[in-house]
């Protein structure tokens, strides 16, 4: 029992502890609970006064970032947008608002110049407007001006369509203003067949770029947009055979010197420029008989001396023997040395000759044979004379020569089997056939045609086949002397030639000689007969050149005649003076020194007034000839001359007596 009550009192002992400690331990929570609250309403209070400071933060950030900014952004648009476009925002943020302020800056300033710019542009536009009119009342004065021109004068636009047609131009092309324009032609079309002048202002209202283009294959356009432009130019298209114009062209330019349009003046120069190739021609074959002239005395002596003791030679000697055949291959080389020489002078109309009343067609006739052999038996050679033929005064070596050459010409032309066609007649120029044919000259004419249908030529080689020493053919045939030579004897008889060729089609060479009112003399047939001899008449040489003169002397001497000698004319004198009897014949060269051969043939017949002469030259002066025809009785052998050719003329004139 005491046991148990003392675990009982110990029990509530221990209950009453516990029961305090519970007390003590409510007690101590309730005031750590109490201090909590309080620490948790201070620290509330501290977090919303220190959300309130930041608070208040972001709006002092925003009004100073954002709403300052943006209230001069506003401010500054204002501004701008009532017409200062010279006020400025002004920032250097680098946020998107200062993005924005600079880009109204940059606004501003584009909108100042471009308002500038405008008012430039309007001012321009009043100004250009201003031009305008007045270029609209020049132009209208201008072609009033071009309407009352005398010279026939048009305006085109770039596009060749005609703006304006004056009264000349309907007076030359009888084609009316309101028919021609609105059309488009160019001038080339209408341009007038008289020899007349025709302005053209072109490219009327095109800019300098279009002007560049139009000109660039016509003339220098540098030089045209730095002044005017003159020159001649060929265009092809015009006449039969082209026309040469003298061209003009004047820029005209606006205020501002830029080119607006291009006046073209243009003038007929064909028949000028036809004088001045004829001048030139002429100039050139002067040149040539110069050149001829200044070589062929001294050149045809050594030729003369060459073939004179080469034939004397070889009639001494035997014609089966080696030395007889080198001797006459000498004197072919010398021979077409000769012809050589002889052909230049024929070119250059220095050829002495001796015109005769013929029948061209019989001079032809007696040719037919040695034309046939040259030409050869693959070619056909047709012969078409015309009947009644007018006669011709001419050399009749020199139709010789012509048809040899044109011949042989025609013969290298064929390759093979061809044919080759002669023919004459008579042929009528009036002056309106002449207008349209350069070189042409009205009248009546005898016309000699040689047609081949061989190869042909195209114009390259046509407008130089009458230049001496021009050929197609290889060195060693032929010289480029034979068709030069064909035109020297045809000018040197006042005639003229057209040359009609085309490619593989043939060629055509018409030759027109003037008709002579007179009766013909008969063609003599070829002489066979032996080399002539003298019968002891006295025959006086007279001849600088001491090879020559004693060739002749040689050459007379072997034909039977008594020969004296002089070596100047001076001489000669003294010779005649001295001499005891009778002096037949006097046989001199033309160009000596002291005096020419025709002075003293004049003064040997002081003393001998029946004294014959026969002058022999390469190159002859005015002395004998004029324009290389010899005056009327005189007698003459070309060197280098042949024993026959001296033997002949000799016992010719000796025979007259």
Same mark, same amino acid.
């Given at each position: 029992?005491?046991?148990?009550?003392?675990?009982?009192?110990?029990?509530?002992? #221990?209950?009453?502890?516990?029961?305090?400690?519970?007390?003590?331990?409510?007690?101590?929570?309730?005031?750590?609970?109490?201090?909590?609250?309080?620490?948790?309403?201070?620290?509330?209070?501290?977090?919303?006064?220190?959300?309130?400071?930041?608070?208040?933060?972001?709006?002092?950030?925003?009004?100073?970032?954002?709403?300052?900014?943006?209230?001069?952004?506003?401010?500054?648009? #204002?501004?701008?947008?009532?017409?200062?476009?010279?006020?400025?925002?002004?920032?250097?943020?680098?946020?998107?608002?200062?993005?924005?302020?600079?880009?109204?800056?940059? =606004?501003? =300033?584009?909108?100042?110049?471009?308002?500038?710019?405008?008012?430039?542009?309007?001012? +321009?536009?009043?100004? #250009?407007?201003?031009?305008?009119?007045?270029?609209?009342?020049?132009? +209208?004065?201008?072609?009033?001006?071009?309407?009352?021109?005398?010279?026939?004068?048009?305006?085109?636009?770039?596009?060749?369509? %005609?703006?304006?047609?004056?009264?000349?131009?309907?007076?030359?092309?009888?084609?009316?203003?309101?028919?021609?324009?609105?059309?488009?032609?160019?001038?080339?079309?209408?341009?007038?067949?008289?020899?007349?002048?025709?302005?053209?202002?072109?490219?009327?209202?095109?800019?300098?770029?279009?002007?560049?283009?139009?000109?660039?294959?016509?003339?220098?356009?540098?030089?045209?947009?730095?002044?005017?432009?003159?020159?001649?130019?060929?265009?092809?298209?015009?006449?039969?055979?082209?026309?040469?114009?003298?061209?003009?062209?004047?820029?005209?330019?606006?205020?501002?010197?830029?080119?607006?349009?291009?006046?073209?003046?243009?003038?007929?120069?064909?028949?000028?420029?036809?004088?001045?190739?004829?001048?030139?021609?002429?100039?050139?074959?002067?040149?040539?008989?110069?050149?001829?002239?200044?070589?062929?005395?001294?050149?045809?002596?050594?030729?003369?001396?060459?073939?004179?003791?080469?034939?004397?030679?070889?009639?001494?000697?035997?014609?089966?023997?080696?030395?007889?055949?080198?001797?006459?291959?000498?004197?072919?080389?010398?021979?077409?040395?000769?012809?050589?020489?002889?052909?230049?002078?024929?070119?250059?109309?220095?050829?002495? %000759?001796?015109?005769?009343?013929?029948?061209?067609?019989?001079?032809?006739?007696?040719?037919?044979?040695?034309?046939?052999?040259?030409?050869?038996?693959? %070619?056909?050679?047709?012969?078409?004379?015309?009947?009644?033929?007018?006669?011709?005064?001419?050399?009749?070596?020199?139709?010789?020569?012509?048809?040899?050459?044109?011949?042989?010409?025609?013969?290298?032309?064929?390759?093979?089997?061809?044919?080759?066609?002669?023919?004459?007649?008579?042929?009528?120029?009036?002056?309106?056939?002449?207008?349209?044919?350069?070189?042409?000259?009205?009248?009546?004419?005898?016309?000699?045609?040689?047609?081949?249908?061989?190869?042909?030529?195209?114009?390259?080689?046509?407008? !130089?086949?009458?230049?001496?020493?021009?050929?197609?053919?290889?060195?060693?045939?032929?010289?480029?002397?034979?068709?030069?030579?064909?035109?020297?004897?045809?000018?040197?008889?006042?005639?003229?030639?057209?040359?009609?060729?085309?490619?593989?089609?043939?060629?055509?060479?018409?030759?027109?000689?003037?008709?002579? +009112?007179?009766?013909?003399?008969?063609?003599?047939?070829?002489?066979?007969?032996?080399?002539?001899?003298?019968?002891?008449?006295?025959?006086?040489?007279?001849?600088?050149?001491?090879?020559?003169?004693?060739?002749?002397?040689?050459?007379?001497?072997?034909?039977?005649?008594?020969?004296?000698?002089?070596?100047?004319?001076?001489?000669?004198?003294?010779?005649?003076?001295?001499?005891?009897?009778?002096?037949?014949?006097?046989?001199?060269?033309?160009?000596?020194? +002291?005096?020419?051969?025709?002075?003293?043939?004049?003064?040997?017949?002081?003393?001998?007034?029946?004294? !014959?002469?026969?002058?022999?030259?390469?190159?002859?002066? !005015?002395?004998?000839?004029?324009?290389?025809?010899?005056?009327?009785?005189?007698?003459?052998?070309?060197?280098?001359?042949?024993? !026959?050719?001296?033997?002949?003329?000799?016992?010719?004139?000796?025979?007259?007596?």
């Amino acid at each position: 029992m005491k046991l148990k009550n003392r675990l009982v009192s110990q029990l509530l002992v #221990r209950s009453q502890a516990m029961v305090s400690l519970v007390f003590q331990l409510q007690h101590t929570i309730q005031t750590e609970a109490a201090l909590l609250h309080q620490r948790s309403i201070s620290l509330i209070i501290a977090f919303f006064i220190l959300f309130a400071f930041i608070v208040l933060g972001i709006l002092l950030w925003i009004k100073k970032s954002v709403a300052k900014p943006i209230t001069a952004l506003e401010e500054g648009a #204002r501004i701008i947008g009532s017409g200062n476009l010279n006020h400025k925002i002004g920032t250097d943020a680098k946020n998107e608002i200062g993005h924005l302020s600079r880009a109204f800056d940059k =606004m501003a =300033m584009d909108l100042k110049e471009t308002t500038t710019s405008i008012g430039e542009l309007n001012k +321009e536009i009043v100004e #250009r407007k201003k031009v305008e009119k007045e270029v609209q009342e020049s132009n +209208e004065k201008f072609k009033q001006i071009v309407q009352g021109n005398s010279i026939p004068t048009f305006i085109i636009d770039k596009n060749h369509i %005609i703006k304006n047609w004056n009264n000349a131009c309907v007076k030359l092309t009888g084609l009316s203003e309101s028919k021609m324009v609105g059309t488009k032609k160019h001038w080339i079309s209408f341009y007038p067949e008289e020899k007349q002048v025709l302005a053209v202002l072109i490219l009327d209202g095109a800019t300098e770029k279009e002007i560049d283009e139009y000109y660039e294959v016509k003339i220098d356009k540098s030089t045209l947009i730095e002044g005017a432009y003159e020159g001649e130019r060929f265009f092809p298209d015009l006449g039969e055979k082209g026309r040469w114009l003298f061209v003009t062209a004047t820029p005209l330019r606006d205020q501002n010197k830029n080119i607006i349009a291009v006046i073209e003046t243009l003038q007929d120069i064909t028949e000028r420029k036809s004088t001045e190739r004829q001048l030139q021609q002429a100039q050139k074959m002067e040149s040539v008989g110069r050149l001829a002239g200044g070589v062929a005395h001294d050149y045809n002596n050594a030729l003369s001396v060459i073939m004179g003791f080469t034939e004397i030679t070889m009639t001494k000697m035997d014609p089966a023997g080696p030395m007889y055949a080198n001797l006459n291959e000498v004197l072919k080389a010398a021979r077409r040395a000769r012809d050589i020489t002889r052909q230049l002078l024929a070119f250059a109309r220095k050829q002495t %000759i001796s015109p005769k009343v013929l029948d061209l067609n019989g001079t032809i006739d007696s040719m037919l044979k040695m034309l046939r052999h040259l030409i050869g038996e693959d %070619i056909d050679l047709a012969w078409l004379p015309a009947t009644g033929l007018w006669p011709i005064k001419m050399d009749p070596s020199q139709i010789d020569q012509i048809l040899a050459n044109l011949c042989v010409n025609a013969r290298d032309a064929i390759d093979g089997v061809g044919k080759i066609t002669v023919e004459t007649d008579g042929v009528v120029f009036d002056a309106a056939y002449c207008a349209d044919h350069v070189g042409f000259v009205p009248g009546e004419f005898v016309m000699l045609s040689l047609s081949d249908n061989g190869c042909g030529m195209n114009k390259e080689i046509l407008d !130089n086949i009458f230049e001496p020493f021009f050929t197609t053919k290889d060195v060693d045939k032929g010289t480029g002397l034979g068709l030069a030579m064909v035109y020297g004897i045809v000018k040197q008889n006042n005639g003229f030639i057209n040359v009609y060729s085309e490619p593989d089609k043939g060629t055509t060479i018409k030759i027109y000689l003037p008709r002579h +009112e007179g009766k013909a003399a008969e063609i003599q047939g070829e002489n066979t007969e032996k080399i002539p001899q003298g019968q002891g008449e006295t025959i006086l040489v007279v001849e600088d050149d001491l090879s020559i003169l004693n060739l002749t002397k040689k050459i007379l001497d072997g034909l039977g005649y008594i020969v004296l000698i002089a070596a100047t004319p001076d001489e000669a004198m003294d010779v005649a003076r001295e001499h005891s009897g009778r002096i037949h014949l006097v046989v001199t060269d033309v160009i000596m020194p +002291e005096m020419n051969g025709r002075e003293l043939s004049e003064l040997l017949k002081s003393i001998y007034p029946d004294l !014959n002469c026969i002058f022999m030259s390469g190159y002859t002066t !005015n002395a004998i000839v004029h324009h290389g025809v010899l005056d009327e009785g005189t007698h003459f052998v070309q060197k280098p001359f042949s024993k !026959n050719d001296l033997a002949t003329i000799v016992r010719k004139v000796l025979d007259r007596e």
